[in-house]
């Protein structure tokens, strides 16, 4: 169900303190917290003893204490004290989870912690680099992170559910270009000879036409950065008014998952006003899709056995996606399937 050798955003940094705090990842339960030197860790969120959730305890130095019979967890994940006795059981640890901190995001990895490597955290730089202003929202879609993943991939929707915000019909009318680099699906649309968005409009100040862009670039399973922008008539992008839209999608369980959005800029960086603007209105986009999703979760749970969806040309990003996720998947049940027991072999007279 889940690709579990990967990083996932488990949270913002400014939400990790010294104080535990509980994540769910892939029906995993992980509590997290900061040590006296102020590094993250990540540990289940399950006492040795009898269960009880860490995260309901508290720090004691680099510790995390258990708030019931008071078993304490170092950063390893080891029992550093059994209030009751002083010997320690030997099975007395819980896992320990490897963490990334970078660019204001805290990532975990919920696989095989041998195969985690730091260098495949994806770059989302802008979210922290000084030329580029950033706004962020979290928001707990009550879908699968699938539906996420392919609504992040198939932007015509923003013509028909954010026509307020970001949309117009001359998206769809575009066409899409879709490239694949290992695990990385990119699905670029060029709208040359265009007006703005609504949003945009009034946060550029941008009158008359345009040629608008973007291009999602979907680092399959766990985060999505969208390329995106205005610039003048047949002019190179990079010219125009860039947007980095950073969409780490994180599963709960089968049907909940947690969105951590960022939407970083290059334009009027120092104008509180338009950050305000962008705040506001890129909330409403958020509730606009969450509100979608949770309805076609609901639709999808109650669609027939044997249904499935019926995908046009503007699907060809989610088509590719959905066969990288399938192999992910398949790769990494192959690897925790059990080795066929050896036959003996024959006895002969």
């Not at 409009?201 to 345009?210: Q, Y």
């Amino acid at each position: 169900m889940y690709v579990l050798n990967t990083w996932y955003v488990a949270a913002w940094s400014t939400e990790v303190t010294r104080k535990p705090v509980r994540r769910m990842i892939c029906e995993q339960a992980i509590v997290l917290f900061r040590t006296q030197d102020n590094e993250t860790v990540a540990l289940a969120d399950r006492c040795a003893h009898r269960a009880f959730p860490l995260s309901e305890g508290r720090t004691v130095g680099d510790s995390v204490e258990c708030g019931y019979h008071g078993f304490a967890y170092g950063p390893d994940g080891v029992c550093t004290r059994v209030p009751a006795q002083t010997t320690i059981p030997e099975r007395a640890r819980v896992r320990k989870y490897p963490v990334v901190e970078k660019d204001g995001w805290i990532w975990v990895w919920t696989g095989d912690p041998e195969l985690a490597s730091s260098t495949e955290v994806p770059d989302t730089h802008w979210m922290v680099d000084p030329e580029w202003a950033t706004v962020t929202h979290s928001v707990h879609f009550k879908c699968r992170a699938d539906l996420i993943h392919d609504n992040l991939l198939d932007l015509t929707h923003e013509s028909f559910l954010h026509k307020t915000t970001v949309g117009d019909d001359y998206i769809y009318e575009h066409g899409i270009t879709v490239e694949v680099d290992s695990n990385v699906v990119s699905v670029d649309r060029l709208m040359p000879s265009v007006a703005a968005p609504p949003l945009y409009a009034e946060t550029m100040n941008a009158r008359g036409l345009f040629d608008r862009f973007h291009c999602t670039e979907f680092f399959v399973p766990n985060l999505h950065v969208l390329h995106s922008g205005i610039t003048g008539e047949a002019r190179p992008r990079e010219e125009g008014y860039l947007i980095k839209v950073l969409n780490g999608i994180t599963p709960i369980d089968e049907h909940n998952s947690w969105y951590y959005y960022a939407f970083s800029r290059n334009f009027a960086v120092a104008d509180a006003g338009a950050t305000e603007d962008l705040r506001v209105g890129l909330a409403t986009v958020l509730e606009e899709d969450a509100a979608a999703l949770e309805a076609q979760e609901i639709g999808m749970q109650t669609r027939p056995r044997g249904e499935f969806d019926v995908l046009i040309a503007q699907d060809g990003g989610v088509a590719k996606a959905r066969r990288i996720m399938a192999a992910l998947l398949k790769s990494e049940e192959r690897a925790a399937a059990p080795a066929a027991p050896k036959l003996a072999a024959p006895v002969t007279a």
